[in-house]
């Protein structure tokens, strides 16, 4: 870990740190970095922001996480994302940084967990208790009072939970407007760029990124590819067991305002985080955008990077949506799309530098979470560049962990 | 003649007549309105733009162009976004059903002329074809008819008199998935075959036919629509392309307007006006924008490679003549105005580029009908479904047996490029037969040359280069030039759905610059989509996307192509998804250790035509 002043005079004509990734994490890392007057260069190999973070929903979540690090990590980012997108519209000035949330469609329209069947109202009950006593705000909704939240969900809900602090964001906007403070502050932002490896230097310290465009020197990289982690790992000489799951989502025609409010979601939902199955895993997720459309999520599947869909998952998701809403039944769906999340075994992001090789840190391994956790991860990870103390522990997200290493050694075996 | 209700008004109508041909023929210019508030009609007339959107039967967001309207049928008008509000009766006899399941191995998707002749080059071959189409009868838009007359054209009758293919009529296809597919004795990835999701019935209805095709070899002939450029006033009612024009013109034998101008480049501008005329309508001008005399420059490659297309197009040339249409080039319709339909255009001279040549404008009065035409856009959503590559970030890239980058699909017709009904049968032809061979002979690459096609194939492949040539002159002759972006206002529509103003895009690619390396090119088109929100409504950039990508400057943008991934074909009711599906078979070819996509599949025995 860099020890000391983040200005160390005099500087050389390189940048501080290289972030690989524009995704949301790679954005909100050489945001926090920049702020602190670290010089930074973000590569993409494609255009800005078109990999994970183009193709979720934006979800700012508490309500689907069990106490523990990830809970900690979401509940600092639900706190951090509208101070850091006021912050970012002061430094912009009035003309242009006004209305900068409202731009990136910042909304807390809140959470709402339905429980359709007993097992699930009793799953939910003990859940809610636990998160309740890590600092959620959960308050549970009766049957008969559920359909003034959501007028058009299905009878017979057995228990609702709600949870004010669950909010959206559009990924892309939001990542656009941490990539536009970058730039700003003398940040360089390279699309089309591939990073293909590190050069290191006597002590085995990265001295310089390799990358399509030649070789780039620089202080310390940061490894934010998201889904493709694991494979720049790889090539740098530093394996990360982070694999691609493949999440869908269901795009419906306009449809009139207030027909879905909240962010609705089956209390199955948690059951498919939590799991490495590779099978199928859907659990519904059911929200409106500012557009009308309302955005039906999510499956998840280790299928590679597989591009093309199966049906049956489109089908498995159409079937927990009319479920929840039937009003939906005979609604179009006008599109699908699909991403790649960055998958750990242990469901952990890993955020933080490798010990195995000085100057290489990461960044990634969020899963379907990434833009919820994105401000808290960049503001975690540049106080440890920075040598601040840390606004979370570090301990459970950092590379050399048990939960990793098992699979690693698996992988390598 | 049956009767139906036009926002509660009893109509008659005619077997095969369309809803948008009903509340053409009821007096209605427009019968939706979108959530900004804008009237709007019918525009693209063949199921692209989703502008012709009207309530039947309780349902919402029913393509009006495309919905062919039966007994009782209550017709209402659309106002902005809706639910669907169907009587607790029909809901329940609405449920899907299963899919029916059926394994085949050759599908053609289209019945236009490349459709029909891949089915009958295939079905000749020996294999059994199934033949897809939205339309009540095969022939596409070339050879559409109406729907209450005897059948026309040997083709047309050929292909549902073929005991070896199955016509499915009214069907779309929503999506398709690698694997599934007959069985083939090898394991090998690439020849796990295709499953194809078809629904069939009514137009966006709720609860039609759900058929799973399983297949081995899949044709493409999707055919393609035509491109709009934006103008003010572009989006009035009465403001429609050529195509659509054309469609109710031969389909419906309903004409758009009494008094109707004519705009765009290509000769395809001349059919149009002859169909315009042979149902009553009055052409006030055919405004070609570019100079037919490109043709000169070229006079005996035109000759040789477009004469079949002479008589063709003297035949409506004469007919226009006859009735003294002023036929003008490098003229063009550059604005539409109007408070609830277009009442007048102003047409204007263009410079070499298209922009207006100043003081060259003038009004049109007692106008009801623009029909606009800038050449084609090809329909390439099943095409990169399947994984496809293309040309020029445009078309389908094919082979010498019309043959993807994707081993054992196939693709004709306009999505490969375009070049006129001839070609696209000829090339279909040739897919037809690749096809059937591919379905017998599957991976066996190698050994490609049966009797039918040693016989066949050499004739049609000299069809298709001499097309080829054509289509090249024809794209030369008539390119589209970037002055039109000059007839814009700061407030005409680019996205006709989510109602985005130039200006709005203007700003977007002002902030950005087109410096590549920090500029719009870093964002690509799925920013540019998602901060300006053109594109994302139900037409998915049908029609905007090309002009959206046009306006950030040639090339500006570094994946134009990403705005045509449509993994889901057509709209789909959540209620039809949702249905049963059949079960998955153990072939579906969904490997976990599929590395880079854009990595080449060294099993694909493929290489682009050099022609």
Known sequence: ?413 | MFRVTVDGAERWARTGQTAAAVLLAAGRASWRTTRGGRPRGIFCGIGVCHDCLVVVNGVPDVRACWRVVEAGDRIETQEGARLPCLPPETGAGTTPGAAREVTVPVVVVGAGPAGLAAALAAAGAGARVTLVDDGERPGGQFLRQAADGPARGAAVRAVQEHPRIAWLPGSTVWALEPGGGPPSGTQDRTDAGWTVHVLQGPADAPGRTAHTLRTAALVLCTGAYDRALPFPGWDLPGVVTAGAAQALAKGQRTAIGRRVVVSGTGPFLLPVASSLLTVGARVLGVYEAGSPAAWLRTPVAALRDGHAKLPELLTYAARLARHRVPYRTRQAVVAAHGRDRVEAVTVARLTPEWQISPGSERRIEDVDAVCVGYGFTPQLELALAAGCALRDNTWVAVGARQQTSVPGVYAAGEPTGIGGAALAAAEGELAGLAAAHWAEHRGDAAGWAPADVVARGPAARRRVLAGRRFARLLAAAHPVRDGWHTWLGEDTLVCRCEEVPYGVLRTAVGERGPDASDGLAADGMCTFKLTTRVGLGPCQGRICARNAAGLCGPGTLPDPQTADRRPIAQPVRLADLAAPGPEPRATTALDPTALDPGAPDPAAPYREDPT
């Open chain 1, 1 to 413: 870990m860099r020890q000391g002043s983040p200005y160390p005079p005099p500087r050389p004509p390189y940048p501080d740190v290289v972030v690989v990734g524009s995704g949301i994490i790679g954005a909100a890392c050489a945001e926090a970095l920049t702020r602190r007057g670290v010089r930074v260069t973000v590569l993409d190999r494609a255009p800005l922001a078109s990999g994970t973070t183009a193709h979720g929903e934006g979800n700012l979540l508490v309500s689907d996480k069990p106490p523990g690090p990830e809970l900690d990590l979401a509940l600092a980012s639900s706190a951090r994302w509208p101070r850091l997108l006021a912050e970012l519209g002061e430094e912009l000035g009035e003309e242009l940084g006004t209305g900068l949330a409202e731009r990136c469609e910042y909304e807390t329209k809140g959470g709402l967990v339905v429980a359709l069947g007993e097992a699930g109202a009793r799953a939910l009950a003990g859940f809610t208790a636990a998160q309740r006593a890590a600092g959620v705000t959960a308050r549970e909704v009766g049957p008969h009072d559920v359909h003034a939240y959501e007028p058009h969900l299905a009878p017979g809900v057995r228990a609702a939970v709600h949870y004010p602090q669950d909010a959206q964001v559009q990924p892309v906007a939001a990542a656009a407007a941490l990539l536009d403070a970058v730039r700003r502050r003398g940040g360089i932002l390279r699309a089309g760029v591939r990073a293909l490896g590190v050069e290191r230097g006597p002590g085995g310290r990265v001295t310089a990124l390799r990358t399509s465009a030649g070789t780039l020197p620089c202080g310390a990289v940061v490894n934010a590819c998201g889904p493709w982690a694991g494979r720049f790992a790889g090539e740098a000489g530093a394996p990360l067991p982070v694999q691609p799951r493949r999440g869908l989502v269901l795009v419906t025609a306009p449809l009139p305002p207030g027909t879905v409010r909240h962010k609705v979601y089956d209390a199955d939902y948690v059951g498919a985080v939590g799991s490495g199955d590779a099978d199928l895993r859907t659990s519904t997720v059911v929200e409106a955008t500012r557009g009308g459309t309302v955005l039906i999520g999510s499956s998840r599947e280790r299928s590679g990077f597989e591009e093309r869909f199966r049906v049956a998952v489109l089908r498995e998701l159409a079937r927990k949506a009319t479920a929840l809403f039937p009003v939906l039944g005979h609604v179009p769906v006008i599109r699908a799309y699909g991403g790649f999340r960055p998958y750990t075994p242990d469901h952990l992001p890993v955020i933080g530098p490798d010990p195995r090789l000085p100057g290489l840190w990461h960044a990634t391994g969020h899963e379907g979470a990434g833009i919820g956790l994105a401000p808290a991860t960049g503001e975690l990870l540049a106080q440890l560049y920075a040598g601040e103390p840390p606004c979370l522990d570090p301990e459970p997200y950092r590379v050399a962990r048990p939960g990793l290493a098992a699979e690693e050694a698996r992988c390598s075996a």
